[in-house]
C-alpha cells in the first residue's frame, strides 16, 4: 500500500518563498507530486498558521504584493489534504518537549495509515521514525510500484470524505444527542428521496432491515406463519435468515447461469397457496428485476421485498431499486457501496402502515413513549452511522460511475478463454449505465482456486462470494441433501476482483494483463 506524505513546514517554505538552496531539490519533489494525480500532499492544521505567517513577513519584506501571496499560498494549499491536529497531547513526549510543532504534525500524520514526514530538520528526523529526507521521498516516490492490491482498502475509501465526516462526527457529540436525533431524520429523509419511496426507516443492520419487514407484515396480518416466500439460492445468506427468522418458509429458486440473479422463468412454478411473496436481491450490485417478477406478483397478488443490500444507487429503468416493490431492506455495512464506519441499515417504502409499523417495532415495539404495541426490539441506526452517511450519500452516484468504468475496462480488455466475465451487455448502453453499481466484480473460472492462488502469488488478493451455498450450511441442516446445480456452480467458480471508487488506473491495468497471462 503506498504512503501517504506529510510536508514539514520548512520544505513547503523552500517552495514558496523559493529559498536556495533547497529550492532545486524540492521543486523537483513537488514536480512529482503534480504528476502523478494519485499523489496527494498532506498537511496538518497545526501547520498553516506558520505557513501563513512566515510567507506573508518574507513576501512584505521583499515588497511583493499581499494579493499576490495570498494567492500563492491559496494555489498551494489546494494541492494539500489538510487533516486535523488531535487535542489529546502527551507533554512528557521526548518529541513534545524538543519541538511542539514537529510532534503536532507527527500526531496528526499518525490518524492516517502509512504516512510519512518529509522533513529538512535533522532533530525531527532523528526523533521520529515516521520522517524522511527529500531525496529519500524522491527515489521512493520513483522506484514505488504497486505491490500488492487489497481487495478493498476501507481506509482509502473513506479518505475522499473525511472532512466530512470529521465534521458530522463533531456535530454528533457536540449535540449530546446520540439516538434518534437530527441525523438520523435528515438522513432518513435524504436516503428515502435518493431511493425514490416516501419512507425510509433507519436500523441497526441490513439483515435487520429485512427481518422487521416481515415482522411487520406478520403483526399486520398480511403474512401468517408458515406462509412461504421466494427467494433466490443464490444469495448471501442473510437474505434468506431474515425469511426463516419470522418462522416464515423460505423457497429456494436457482438464478440464471448470465446474471447470477433470480431466474425469472423458474418463480412461478414455486408458487403455492401459501406463497405470500417473492424477495429479489440484487446481487452483486446488479438489478435482479424483471418484467415476469412484475407479472407474478400481480397475478398473485404477493409482496415483492427487495434485498437491496449490494446496490445502493441501482436502476430498474428510470427508478432505483430499493422503490421497485413493497418495501426494501439496505445495508450500509462497512463494505457496501455505500458503507458506514460500523453497522447501519434502513428499510424504504411506500407503505404507510408498514413504515409505521417497522418503526414501532425497530423501538422496543413502541410508537409512543413507554407505550408499547409490540413485542418490538431494539434496532435502531445510531445519530453517529447517519452523520457519517449523509456526505457519502451525495456521492454515491460518483463513486458507482467509476466503479461501472472499472466495470468496463475489466470487461473490455480482459481476453482470457479460461475465465467467463459477467455478462454484461446492456450496462454499457449510455441509456442505461447504472443497472449495475458493481458492488462487486465476479469472474468465474473452472479452476478458480487454482487462480486465485496465482493471483494472491503475483500480489491480488481476491474473495470469493460466497464460497458455500446457503442449501450446504450448517444453519439449514434441513437442506444439506438437496441439489442446486446452478447454484452450486456458480459457488464453486465464482471470484471476485478487487473494484472500489478509489481503485488506481495502474491497478486495474495490472490485474487485467496478469490476468491475461493465466494458463
Ligand atoms: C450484507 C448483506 C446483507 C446483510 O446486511 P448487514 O448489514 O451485514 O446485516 C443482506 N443481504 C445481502 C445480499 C448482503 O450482501
Redo the contacts with the bound molecule.
Keep these: 500500500m503506498s504512503s501517504k506524505y506529510y510536508w514539514d513546514t520548512n520544505v513547503i517554505l523552500d517552495i514558496l518563498l523559493k529559498r536556495e538552496p533547497f529550492y532545486d531539490k524540492v521543486s523537483e519533489l513537488y514536480k512529482l507530486f503534480k504528476v502523478q494525480n494519485n499523489l496527494n500532499i498532506y498537511i496538518s492544521s497545526s501547520q498553516l498558521h506558520n505557513i501563513h505567517f512566515i510567507v506573508q513577513r518574507e513576501n512584505s519584506k521583499n515588497k511583493i504584493d499581499p494579493a499576490i501571496t495570498k494567492k500563492l499560498i491559496d494555489t498551494f494549499l489546494k494541492k494539500c489534504d489538510i487533516v486535523k491536529t488531535p487535542a489529546y497531547i502527551d507533554s512528557s513526549n521526548e518529541l513534545a518537549i524538543t519541538d511542539i510543532e514537529d510532534y503536532l504534525i507527527e500526531l496528526s500524520a499518525r490518524t492516517l495509515k502509512n504516512s510519512k514526514i518529509i522533513t529538512r530538520d535533522k532533530k525531527f528526523l532523528q526523533q521520529s521514525n515516521l520522517t524522511i529526507t527529500v531525496d529519500e521521498a524522491i527515489s521512493e516516490i520513483e522506484e514505488q510500484e504497486e505491490k500488492n492490491i487489497s481487495f478493498l482498502n476501507l481506509e482509502q475509501v473513506n479518505l475522499p470524505h473525511r472532512i466530512e465526516i470529521e465534521k458530522g462526527i463533531d456535530r454528533v457529540l457536540t449535540s449530546g444527542w446520540y439516538l434518534q436525533g437530527n441525523e438520523v431524520n435528515a438522513f432518513e429523509k435524504e436516503y428515502a428521496k435518493f431511493i425514490g419511496t416516501n419512507y425510509c426507516i433507519g436500523v441497526a443492520?441490513?439483515?435487520?432491515a429485512?427481518r422487521l419487514i416481515f415482522r411487520a407484515y406478520t403483526e399486520l396480518g398480511q403474512i401468517q406463519e408458515g406462509d412461504e416466500i421466494i427467494v433466490p439460492a443464490n444469495?448471501?445468506i442473510?437474505?434468506i435468515l431474515s425469511i426463516s427468522d419470522n418462522n416464515l418458509k423460505p423457497v429456494l429458486v436457482e438464478p440464471d447461469i448470465n446474471t447470477y440473479n433470480i431466474d425469472p422463468s423458474k418463480v412461478e412454478d414455486k408458487i403455492t397457496s401459501r406463497t405470500k411473496g417473492i424477495m429479489i436481491?440484487h446481487?452483486y450490485g446488479q438489478n435482479a428485476m424483471h418484467p415476469e417478477i412484475e407479472r407474478l406478483v400481480v397475478k398473485y397478488n404477493l409482496k415483492l421485498i427487495e434485498?437491496n443490500?449490494?446496490a445502493q444507487g441501482c436502476y430498474y429503468g428510470k427508478k432505483r431499486t430499493g422503490c421497485i416493490g413493497h418495501a426494501a431492506g439496505h445495508?450500509?455495512?462497512p463494505g457496501?457501496n455505500l458503507g458506514a464506519l460500523g453497522?447501519a441499515?434502513a428499510v424504504t417504502t411506500n407503505d404507510k402502515q408498514l413504515a409505521n409499523t417497522i418503526r414501532a417495532i425497530a423501538n422496543y415495539g413502541s410508537s409512543k413513549k413507554y407505550i408499547n404495541d409490540y413485542k418490538g426490539l431494539n434496532s435502531r441506526l445510531d445519530e453517529i452511522q447517519a452523520a457519517v452517511l449523509r456526505p457519502k450519500l451525495s456521492e454515491l452516484d460518483e463513486d458507482n460511475n467509476r466503479r461501472a468504468e472499472i466495470a468496463r475496462f475489466y470487461t473490455e480488455n480482459i481476453i482470457n478463454p479460461n475465465i467467463i466475465l459477467p455478462v454484461t451487455k446492456d450496462f454499457f448502453q449510455p441509456s442505461n449505465p447504472l443497472s449495475h453499481v458493481w458492488h462487486i466484480y465476479p469472474i468465474r473460472c473452472k479452476q478458480r482456486d487454482k487462480l486465485q492462488q496465482y493471483l494472491a502469488d503475483n500480489g491480488i488478493q481476491t474473495l470469493i462470494h460466497y464460497p458455500v451455498p446457503p442449501h450446504k450450511q450448517n444453519a439449514y441442516k434441513e437442506w444439506n441433501n438437496q441439489h442446486w446445480p446452478i447454484t452450486e456452480k456458480i459457488h464453486e467458480e465464482i471470484l471476485s476482483l478487487p473494484i472500489s471508487p478509489v481503485m488506481k488506473l495502474e491497478e486495474e491495468h495490472k490485474i487485467t494483463e496478469i490476468i491475461n497471462h493465466y494458463e
Design positions: 443492520n441490513g439483515l435487520d429485512l444469495t448471501y442473510a437474505s436481491v446481487l434485498d443490500a449490494q445495508s450500509f455495512y457496501k453497522d441499515g
